[in-house]
């Protein structure tokens, strides 16, 4: 198997969405009016999912203002031999599939020391679907029907 943390990352982004109810309340976007969804300079929606998403490894920054949510590295503990670290980047105030690219750095442990390895492309865009899914869930709760 080439990159077996993708299974696990993947899980993992699986997981962190549905323990997402819980939490930091403050930064719920459920909690906010809908026309302050795009004050923060970016989709609102697409923020809180990729916050959501990668909450399994430990968040390095998180700025709205700029649109990035970046990990620090995590290793599943299924796969201690290699770790990864993750950037979200939202790019626009629209809730499209284009608005949001997440990267990847991957590292294995090699003779005591971390060496960069590859990272499959479908494992980056796995989670930019997830994210996106959660992204127009979060959309969908916020947003009143019509009555």
């Given amino acids: 198997m080439k ?3 993708s299974t696990g990352l993947i899980a993992a982004s699986a997981l962190a969405l549905t323990a ?5 309340r403050a930064m719920t976007p459920v909690a906010m009016a809908p026309a302050q969804m795009t004050q923060i300079g970016v989709n609102a929606y ?3 999912a990729a916050i959501d998403t990668l909450s399994f490894a430990p968040l390095l920054q998180a700025d709205a203002s700029n649109g990035i949510v970046l990990t620090d590295w995590y290793a599943n503990p299924n796969t201690p031999g290699e770790r990864i670290k993750l950037t979200a980047a939202i ?5 499209r599939s284009d608005a949001v690219r997440v990267t990847a750095a991957r590292e294995v442990l090699k003779d005591g020391m971390w060496v960069a390895a590859p990272v499959e492309a479908a494992t980056v865009q796995k989670l930019e679907d ?11 709760t916020t947003i009143a029907p019509a009555g």
Avoid: H, M, V
Avoid at 130 to 140: E, G, K, N, P, S
């Fill in 130 to 140: 997830i994210i996106l899914t959660r992204a127009r869930d979060i959309r969908r």
């Fill in 46 to 48: 697409l923020w809180q």
């Fill in 20 to 24: 997402c109810g819980g939490g930091n």
């Fill in 91 to 95: 790019l626009d105030a629209s809730l």
């Fill in 3 to 5: 990159f077996p943390l």
